[in-house]
């Protein structure tokens, strides 16, 4: 980075390098400091502040323990819809912070924090540690963990974050339970660029639960899970007693593939594992018992996604899409059962102001015989209806409806509503508290998205000390090619969006390489001083 300073000593006996009235050029960020002294490894910077010109938001939202929102998919624009724009010119004020660059995550340590606005303030707290990716798209803290699991119920629970084994971020939670009865139990989350898992045990039932996935690159992943629903992508999370299977997935765009922006998407995910089925029948179905099945699953998914007609006006916030989505599935099970699947039907995106909807109908054949009915049985019947609601009623409340309606009245329970949430974003949109709830899995969703716009937000403080300087903002990842796919997140919906990679976009530029060096008025040589 292009730093200035008044005055520089370069120390080549201690290795150290001491200025004052320092002006740092970073790519988004501008540091300040009256003081700055480098030493083994340490940037340390007196009495400054931090500040950028760069318009860019940032959001973080917390990798809370159990569904998160994520698992309710929202297109970018009904994100803008839901969180809308963070404010500019926050006022922040520290004592003391302190940034280590770890090589896989960031830790930052903040005291005597607040931040507020034109004088007021909105949030203090005496002392703080953040976890973070390199990324910034989530965050870890010691805040407490609220919720439900159709298997353990209810719970609630203090949160501990500590650095783990092989680079990674650990998550302790003693908590209490409570379905049918008080419990007492965990829960423990380990993550790192490429593997998120988590488990948990509760004294109610002695139940056991675990779900995690294992990024092996790009588009191959290994997920596994025990009592708790895995992502089986346009048919919805599903149960088993538990899995194992090795998945790959990958999306193509043809943009213009029939003129204009009428492009064509196609989506494809293959899989393979070893599975047990569901030892009960959730929401009303009346399976056969075969709890004690267990067999391999070969399966195969593609879906074709055709832009027919698109308008968009930004000055008036409208927006209309209309699509036709074509769907298939294949499944051959170790017991020589099969499951085929096909279905399509129009597309229908549209926003107007504050409300936006994604509607999608599908006509549907299939034939299901799979031996494990549930955990993987077709659910939605030859005629059904994807419906999304979102409405931003005001700058501090947003509302969504998400759900799967069988229309044809054969579902194995003979009820419309096969897929029903309900969702709630509470707060600014520099900080919102998302709420909401499945009732068809009887699980919570439950947390924090930040929205932070650098531009204009001034953070001051005290004293300043940054770990490892060369590995900040630095990525894990080393191509440019790699995605980050943000741990356990799918969709229940069967909607358009549903395989979305999110780009990593790394650094290119490249260092200058020193060409002469020109050492002038060297007072004293056997003091290795250069002024």
Known sequence: ???????????????????????????????????????????????????????????????????????????????????????????????????????????IKVKKLRIGRNNNSYFRWPSMTIYTDKNREYFEANYPELGSDPKMGMFFGPGIVFPGPFGSIMKAVPMVTYKNGFGIGGMLKYSTPFNHTEIGYTTNKSTFILNGRQYLDDNLYLQYAYNSYVNDWFLGGRMPKYIAELVYEKSYVHPGFLGGNRSLTFSHRGSFGFAKENDENRNGEKFRDGSTMSTTRTKYMGQ????????????????????????????????????????????????????????????????????????????????SLYLSEGL???????????????????????????????????????????LGYDFIRERTYF??????????????????????????GQSVRPEDKVVYIPPLDYDVNGNVSTIGFMPFNKKTAKSEVLQYATVIELEDPDKERIE
Not at 22 to 28: A, L, V
Not at 400 to 412: E, H, I, R, V
Not at 450 to 470: A, L, R, S
């Open 392 to 434: 931003r009623l005001n700058k501090y409340i947003s509302v969504m409806w998400q759900t799967y309606l069988n229309l044809s009245k054969d579902a194995p329970n003979n009820k419309m509503f096969q897929e029903n949430a309900f969702l709630v974003a509470l707060g600014p949109d520099d900080l919102k508290v998302v």
């Open 304 to 383: 074709v996604y055709q832009t027919l007609y698109a308008y968009t006006n930004k000055d008036k916030r409208i927006r209309l899409q209309l699509g036709l989505t074509m769907q298939g599935s294949a499944a051959v099970y170790g017991t020589g059962d099969t499951q085929f699947i096909a279905r399509g039907g129009p597309n229908l995106y549209t926003q107007y102001k504050n409300w936006v909807q994604n509607i999608t109908y599908y006509q549907s054949g299939y034939q299901d015989s799979t031996p494990m009915p549930r955990f993987d049985a077709y659910r939605y019947g030859n005629s």
């Open 447 to 472: 947390g924090v998205d930040i929205g932070f716009n650098p531009k204009g937000t001034t953070i001051k403080y005290d004293k300043m000390i940054i770990k490892n300087p060369e590995r900040l």
């Open 1 to 107: 980075m292009t730093t200035h300073a008044d005055y520089l000593v370069v120390n080549l006996n201690e290795e150290t390098i001491d200025a004052d009235n320092i002006f740092s050029e970073m790519p988004k960020l501008n540091i300040t400091a009256e003081h700055g002294l480098q030493k083994d490894g340490l940037l340390i910077f007196n009495k400054g502040t931090m500040y950028s010109d760069d318009e860019h938001i940032y959001r973080m939202r917390s990798e809370v323990i159990g569904p998160r929102m994520g698992d309710m998919i929202l297109t970018d624009e009904q994100k803008e819809i839901f969180f809308g724009k963070p404010e500019h010119t926050l006022d922040i004020n520290v004592s003391n912070l302190e940034i280590d660059a770890k090589k896989n995550y960031d830790v």
